[in-house]
């Protein structure tokens, strides 16, 4: 599996093709939308895929509540890039290490996902994916920057089922209408993460 992972994640990614099926509606391509940026701010996040009781899963994070764009959504382990990071590839770890206790010498790096830019708060984010090596690995939050952790198992993720669509709350608490949306337990998860997911997804069925 990690072979085939490689190869998609080197020269067969979806890319904002996949993105586009669960972008909010009038939303732009991430690549254009960053174009017409004049702010743009460096991030990344940690995609993990580990083993759990014999099934597949991804982790990801509920951010507590803050005066900010992006308090209380869900997203991936990570962050901005910070000076000491050499590369996004270390924000990604550093960011991770610091909200869940991920260990990267317990991981494989497989590649880069396609990036994703978020236009209202100027964050153009580098996905990294790791293959986590043992067993139920354990995570600790930090509560200072993480509300809850959400183990997501890949079979919940590509049942077409669970991808709905709904009314959130953007910019200015303006309400948007049929944003598409990723279900599980009472999480709803949407925006820049529902993008990653769906490349995830896409990813998955091929393997």
Known sequence: ????????LSDQLPGEDIHLEVTPLG????????????LIKPSAVAVLLYQQHGEWYTLLT????????HSGQISFPGGKYESE??????????EC?????FKPDTSQLIGKLTDVFIP??????????FLIDQQTPNFQKNDREVASLIQLPISHLIDQKNLIFTQQKG???????QVPTFTFQHYEIWGATALILNEVKHIWKQL
């Open 120 to 129: 209202h708060s100027h964050f153009h984010i580098e996905p990294y994916l």
């Open 1 to 8: 599996m990690k072979s085939k992972l490689r190869n998609i």
């Open 97 to 101: 290490h610091e909200e869940v206790a």
């Open 171 to 177: 910019l200015r608490d303006t309400l948007l209408d």
């Open 62 to 69: 509920e951010r507590p509540i803050y005066p900010g764009n």
């Open 27 to 38: 939303r732009m391509r991430s690549s254009e939308a960053k174009q017409q940026s004049s």
């Open 85 to 94: 990071d050499e590369i996004l590839l270390h924000t990604s770890i550093r």
